[in-house]
C-alpha cells in the first residue's frame, strides 16, 4: 500500500476537534489543546488568525470526519 | 488484510452495519488498532458463499475480547423492526465462554449501548451487567474502549483525549491521502471496512517509526 504521508502534511495544521465542554483548537505539534469554545464558529474564527501564520485549518465534524480544510497560502 | 491469528489480540466486534453507525464503528476499529489489538469483523470478508452464522462463530473463536453494541435494540421510527443480531451473537460469545474449554474461559466482553439502563426493557438478563453507554458520540466510545482495555488487560494507555485527538488527526491524513489520489467524498466515506483497516494499521505504523 503507498504510503499514507502527502506533500501537503509537511504544513503546520491546526485542528478544530470537539470536546465534551465545546470545540478544542488544537495544534498537531503540540500535545494539548491551546483553547476550549463553548461555539464552534468562535474557534473557527480564532483559528483562522494561525492561516497568515502558514498554518492549515482543519475543522472536523463532531464524528471526527472532516468538515473544511482551509488551506494555507503558504505552501512549506 | 493481515489478520492476526493471536486469540490473546484478537478483538471480535459486533455492531450494526448502517450508515448512521459506521463513523462510531470507524472510532471503535481506530480504538483497538491504537491500543495494539486486532479488530474482528463480520465485514473483513466478502464471500457470498459463506454462511454469516460460521463467520460469526469463527470470529468469536477466535477472539479473547469482544465488543457487543446494542444501541440498536430499539427501533428508531415507526415499523421498523428492532435488531436481534447483536443481542443473538451476545449470546453466542457469552455461550462460547461458558461452555467451552480451554482459552475460551479467558474471554471478557465490552457491552455498550446508547443511553444507560435502556437496555434492561429488551433484555433483562443482562440487569446487573456492568453495560456502558456512549450517547452515540465517538469520542464517549473511545473513551470507554481504552478505559475497559486498561482495567481489563493494558494497566496502562494514553488517555481517551489523546486518542481522540489522534483519531481526528487520522481522519485528516487520510481524507488528503484520499483526495490527492482522486477520491470524492461519497468514495471516502463509503470506503470498505477492510481496506480503512489497512490505512489505519498503515498510520500507526508510520507513526511510530516517525
Redesign the interface.
Known amino acids: 500500500?503507498a504510503?499514507?504521508?502527502?506533500?501537503?502534511?509537511g504544513n503546520k495544521?491546526v485542528?478544530i476537534?470537539?470536546?465534551?465542554a465545546g470545540w478544542a483548537i488544537?495544534k498537531?505539534d503540540k500535545?494539548r489543546?491551546s483553547k476550549i469554545y463553548n461555539n464552534k464558529n468562535s474557534a473557527i474564527s480564532s483559528a483562522r488568525k494561525l492561516k497568515k501564520k502558514g498554518h492549515d485549518v482543519?475543522v472536523?465534524k463532531?464524528?471526527?470526519?472532516?468538515q473544511k480544510?482551509e488551506k494555507s497560502k503558504k505552501q512549506k | 488484510m493481515n489478520l492476526n491469528n493471536d486469540f490473546s489480540k484478537n478483538v471480535f466486534i459486533n455492531c450494526p452495519f448502517d450508515d448512521q453507525y459506521i463513523?462510531?464503528l470507524?472510532?471503535i476499529l481506530f480504538t483497538i488498532i491504537y491500543l495494539g489489538f486486532t479488530p474482528r469483523i463480520a465485514l473483513e470478508r466478502f464471500d457470498s458463499g459463506e454462511a454469516r452464522i460460521n463467520k460469526i462463530i469463527d470470529l468469536i473463536k477466535a477472539s479473547k475480547f469482544s465488543i457487543h453494541d446494542l444501541s440498536r435494540i430499539k427501533a428508531s421510527k415507526k415499523s421498523e423492526y428492532f435488531r436481534l443480531n447483536m443481542s443473538f451473537e451476545l449470546g453466542v460469545d457469552i455461550g462460547c465462554r461458558i461452555f467451552k474449554d480451554g482459552q475460551a474461559k479467558d474471554k471478557k466482553c465490552l457491552i455498550l449501548e446508547k443511553e444507560r439502563y435502556r437496555y434492561q426493557k429488551a433484555l433483562s438478563d443482562l440487569s446487573n451487567s456492568d453495560i456502558k453507554n456512549h450517547n452515540n458520540?465517538?469520542?464517549e466510545v473511545i473513551r470507554q474502549i481504552r478505559d475497559w482495555f486498561v482495567v481489563n488487560e493494558l494497566e496502562r494507555a494514553d488517555s481517551g483525549?489523546?486518542i481522540?485527538?489522534s483519531?481526528?488527526?487520522f481522519?485528516?491524513?487520510?481524507?488528503?491521502?484520499r483526495e490527492?489520489e482522486g477520491f470524492r467524498e461519497k468514495d471516502i466515506?463509503r470506503m470498505p471496512i477492510p481496506e480503512f483497516i489497512?490505512?489505519i494499521n498503515?498510520?500507526i505504523i508510520?507513526r511510530k517509526n516517525s
Not at chain 1, 17 to 20: D, E, L, N
Not at chain 1, 62 to 66: H, L, N, V, W
Open positions: 500500500m504510503k499514507i504521508s502527502s506533500k501537503r502534511k495544521r485542528h476537534i470537539s470536546r465534551k488544537k498537531e500535545t489543546a482543519i472536523h463532531k464524528d471526527g470526519s472532516i480544510w | 463513523p462510531l470507524k472510532s458520540e465517538p469520542e483525549t489523546i481522540w485527538d483519531f481526528n488527526k481522519m485528516a491524513d487520510f481524507y488528503l491521502k490527492e466515506q489497512g490505512f498503515e498510520w508510520e
